[in-house]
């Protein structure tokens, strides 16, 4: 993981995203739905107080907005702008072809995404 964002920081840089910022970018997946500030907070393992900085963060570079949650008006959802959907594709494309994985074979990217697999299983296990 280190060596991961070391290698990421130009593009970080590039992007003017801090380590938190890109992994709050990370979760907001545009092919899933809106989560709940709640919810961000807890797929980023921090307080809301911590979720809320990251997302005004967001808002202020124009790449999240705050929402009504559809199910419960009184909750606001995040969601990526236009802005936000493109800087993510550029941080996860940065991710790909940085990582040290990259410099495997397909067959060996097969074979340690399938070790992943079975690591993070174990370990939701309880």
Do not use: N, Y
Not at 36 to 43: D, E, F, I, P
Not at 103 to 115: F, K, N, R, Y
């Amino acid at each position: 993981m280190g060596a991961s964002q070391t290698q990421l920081r130009e593009t970080l840089d590039r992007l003017g995203l801090t380590v938190p910022l890109a992994d709050a970018l990370w979760v907001l997946d545009p092919a899933q739905p809106a989560p709940s500030m709640k919810t961000l907070a807890g797929q980023l393992h921090c307080d809301p107080s911590s979720a809320t900085f990251l997302v005004t963060r967001l808002e202020l570079q124009g790449l999240t907005e705050r929402v009504p949650d559809p199910a419960d008006r009184r909750s606001k959802t995040v969601e990526l702008t236009d802005k936000g959907a493109l800087v993510r594709g550029e941080l996860i494309e940065a991710m790909v072809a940085q990582s040290p994985l990259a410099a495997l074979g397909p067959e060996d990217q097969a074979a340690a995404l399938q070790l992943l697999r079975r690591a993070l299983a174990q370990a939701e296990r309880p």
